[in-house]
């Protein structure tokens, strides 16, 4: 059963352009999400988080948001760049100590120059 | 800073062999995890630790064996390699449990294992 899912497996964006990832889940005990981003033969990287306290969280270019009633999150890219091409990862933690991360299949982003 | 260190990149082993793959980190962080990915899809974890002397088991832990003897060192084994055991295998460590925005997992390169 896949509690975290992100049915896009690829996506292209014009650089410049906004780029939309999403993910959804299902384990309503899930209160802490966070994406990753991984360049190819490199391990994943921490990039932006969101508790579910929160419906927005903004840094910089990269902007999460959170709508725990339709348990879906997006992650927003402004503007993309060349360097986003990657595989995003979405993860889900219910976070009152639990410290196992339940990730998603992962969304390759390309950015077309 | 090297942070989270993993031995070897590569290696093909034959079905039945054994093998350890080697974690490090220089961090100071007290939860170690390991993970794999196979092909399409997410990272599965496998084992984690809270601190040295304390393990316990992921969402995949059969066929593999961790210890944590140190708080840097994380080792992973495989006693008995089988074929559905080839994927690329990530360590990861943490200061803390709580994923919170300043202590998230950190993640090393991986280790591509394949099994023939």
């Known amino acids: 059963d896949q509690q975290v899912k992100q049915n896009s497996p690829s996506l292209s964006v014009q650089e410049g352009r906004i780029s939309i990832l999403n993910c959804d889940y299902t384990?309503?005990?899930?209160?802490?999400f966070l994406w990753y981003k991984k360049y190819p033969a490199e391990g994943p990287t921490f990039l932006i988080s969101?508790?579910?306290?929160?419906d927005k969280n903004e840094d910089g270019r990269f902007t999460v948001f959170l709508n725990k009633s339709a348990k879906h999150l997006s992650l927003h890219i402004v503007p993309s760049q060349p360097g986003d091409s990657a595989v995003y990862f979405c993860a889900a933690s219910a976070y009152s100590g639990n410290e196992k991360l339940t990730f998603g299949t992962g969304t390759r982003l390309t950015i077309i120059p | 800073n090297a942070g989270v260190t993993q031995t070897p990149k590569f290696r093909i082993l034959k079905i039945g062999q054994s093998m350890t793959l080697q974690c490090t980190q220089d961090m100071n962080h007290n939860y170690m995890y390991w993970y794999r990915q196979d092909p399409g899809m997410g990272l599965k974890l496998i084992y984690y630790s809270v601190g040295a002397g304390i393990t316990d088991k992921g969402e995949v832990p059969n066929g593999y064996n961790v210890s944590r003897s140190t708080t840097e060192d994380f080792p992973l084994r495989l006693e008995l390699a089988a074929p559905s055991q080839t994927s690329v295998y990530f360590c990861?460590?943490?200061?803390?449990?709580?994923?919170?925005?300043?202590?998230?997992?950190?993640f090393g390169d991986g280790t591509r294992l394949s099994i023939l």
């Open positions: 990861a460590s943490s200061y803390s449990g709580n994923p919170g925005p300043n202590q998230p997992q950190h």
């Open positions: 969101i508790s579910s306290i929160k």
């Open positions: 384990n309503s005990m899930f209160d802490y």
